[in-house]
T-cell receptor
Framework: AQKVTQAQTEISVVEKEDVTLDCVYE???????LFWYKQPPSGELVFLIR??????QNEISGRYSWNFQKSTSSFNFTITASQVVDSAVYFC??????????????FGKGTKLTVNP | ETGVTQTPRHLVMGMTNKKSLKCEQH?????MYWYKQSAKKPLELMFV???????ENNSVPSRFSPECPNSSHLFLHLHTLQPEDSALYLC?????????????FGPGTRLTVT
């Protein structure tokens, strides 16, 4: 069965520090997708990125970057020069399939990031 | 209209009450989901609907009853709930075509069972 592990339960940094959130996944599928979501205190999960298992190129979007390494089954997320507004719970997720054949997401337990001024 | 809306945002109900949660998506997606998020627990997938057909019931107790009248609307009917059912209930939608499409979430309903 698919599984996502986010070993870091909580991380606290000071503004402008770089921070990396770890994500390790398990799957037997040859084609799969990985995702990161952000959940601010308001509660709504916000989609950040999707990565195809065949595309191991790193991606950068502003202060955010993602490192996908198939060899270690990891999909880590780095925030450069963190800001207070980055404070949230971040979830890593992996695609899977329901018994009925629909796609679903398997989520990790999340990492709570607090950025202090 | 924003992508996925949920009503009510907050709900307090007694164990003998019957209430319903509503979710509506304005994204033209064909799949909708209910998740439960409790304190200190990971997101739990409850139900999946694909083209209005239920394709996943993740061993959810019968006191939770979903309804999907069309691809844009999803309901969760609640009756005789327990205090441990207090949680944030999140609705999501996605376009299931070739695989790997992200889900878009609503703001959630914060449910408290007294």
């Amino acid at each position: 069965a698919q599984k996502v592990t986010q070993a870091q339960t909580e991380i606290s940094v000071v503004e402008k520090e770089d921070v990396t959130l770890d994500c390790v996944y398990e799957t037997r599928d040859t084609t799969y997708y990985l995702f990161w979501y952000k959940q601010p205190p308001s509660g709504e999960l916000v989609f950040l990125i999707r990565r195809n298992s065949f595309d191991e190129q790193n991606e950068i979007s502003g202060r955010y970057s993602w490192n996908f390494q198939k060899s270690t089954s990891s999909f880590n997320f780095t925030i450069t020069a963190s800001q207070v507004v980055d404070s949230a719970v971040y979830f890593c997720a992996l695609s899977a399939y329901t018994q009925g054949g629909s796609e679903k997401l398997v989520f990790g337990k999340g990492t709570k990031l607090t950025v202090n001024p | 209209e924003t992508g996925v809306t949920q009503t009510p945002r907050h709900l307090v109900m007694g164990m003998t009450n019957k209430k319903s949660l509503k979710c509506e998506q304005h994204l033209g997606h064909n799949a909708m989901y209910w998740y439960k998020q409790s304190a200190k627990k990971p997101l739990e997938l409850m139900f999946v609907y694909n083209f209005k057909e239920q394709t996943e019931n993740n061993s959810v107790p019968s006191r939770f009853s979903p309804e999907c009248p069309n691809s844009s609307h999803l309901f969760l009917h609640l009756h005789t709930l327990q205090p441990e059912d207090s949680a944030l209930y999140l609705c999501a939608s996605s376009q299931q075509v070739a695989g790997g499409y992200e889900q878009y979430f609503g703001p959630g309903t914060r449910l408290t069972v007294t």
